[in-house]
């Protein structure tokens, strides 16, 4: 009796095991099913890359350039107080009370567009409105970009103009028949700015400044005295000649290098200009187009 206890108890022990191993056996199979299955998924499932988009450099806007800007002033050695770098020290000093460096740099920047414009009027016989809206406009469009900024630009000067021909029918004097005009182009921004969601990279127009939109509205009075003085023909073409000398000056302004330059020497860049300024009153000799124009007596 006591060897057939022994004999079951065997028999039991043994088919515990080997239901065990088969057990373990078979958890191994899943495991490695579920391995390979997991792969072979992760495998045919495309891998999605997110690109994640830079943000676009504003000069306008303090808080997007300030760090690259400051590493700029922090990478040049300045060690004393010397007559011929009085602005680097004092640069310095107003960066590290919180003045953002960009203001310095749009600063020193803005004569020199206006002494390219200069040159483009007295040199090349290019006119456009002045040498001032040339040269804000083209600040203009660092904030509001190229693209934007001209469509404003073309959207102020035709509402412009058909406000005036509108308003010309009704009997009003000057100043009050000009305020009707920037009421018309406001309106038109207004609407511009309640459409732009809708309208695709048109959104970018949200985060424009008012400063940028109230300098393009501020064209309108320049193209109307243009039309009333001269003819809407010779209006159109200060326009557009305003809209290229702003673009060179937009992109001399956003050239990186230039911006580096006139921070790290403000003093070389202040000198700079006025001896441009100083050359280009010398110049007496006939406008390139003027040449262009009198061709024919010239030779």
């Known amino acids: 009796m006591r060897k057939l206890l022994m004999v079951l108890g065997f028999i039991l022990l043994g088919l515990t095991t080997v239901q065990g191993v088969h057990s373990a056996t078979l958890e191994e199979v899943r495991l490695e099913n579920s391995t390979e299955a997991t792969e072979a998924t992760e495998a045919a499932e495309p891998v999605v890359v997110l690109e994640v988009e830079k943000p676009k450099e504003n000069l306008t806007k303090p808080e997007e ?8 002033l922090d990478d040049q050695v300045v060690e004393k107080v010397w007559p011929f770098n009085f602005f680097k020290v004092a640069i310095r000093q107003a960066v590290g009370k ?12 803005f004569p020199l567009t206006a002494a390219l414009v200069a040159f483009s009027r007295n ?17 203009a469009f660092l904030s509001t970009g190229v693209g934007v900024g001209v469509v404003l630009f073309l959207s102020i000067l035709l509402t412009a103009s058909l406000a005036r021909k509108l308003i010309s ?17 406001s309106l038109a921004v207004f609407g511009l700015l309640l459409l732009s969601p809708w309208f695709g990279d048109w959104s970018s127009l949200q985060e424009i400044g008012i ?3 109230l300098l393009f509205v501020l064209l309108a009075d320049p193209f109307i005295e243009a039309q009333i003085h001269k003819s809407t023909k010779t209006a159109l073409i200060m326009a557009v000649e305003t809209v290229v000398l702003a673009l060179i000056a937009y992109w001399v302004m956003s050239s990186v290098w230039l911006q580096e330059t006139v921070l790290l020497q403000p003093e070389m ?12 009153s010398r110049y007496k000799g006939l406008r390139l187009l003027e040449m262009w124009r009198f061709r024919d007596l010239l030779k």
């Open 169 to 185: 029918k009704v009997r009003m004097q000057y100043f009050p028949r000009m305020a009707m005009v920037v009421w018309a182009v």
């Open 98 to 109: 919180g003045v953002p460096p960009n203001m310095f740099v749009l600063i020193l920047l």
């Open 269 to 280: 860049a202040i000198l700079s200009v006025m001896l441009v300024n100083y050359l280009i």
């Open 123 to 139: 040199v090349m016989g290019v006119k456009g409105f002045g040498i001032f809206i040339p040269a804000a406009v083209s600040v």
């Open 65 to 72: 350039t300030k760090s690259r800007l400051e590493q700029v």
């Open 211 to 213: 400063f940028p939109i």
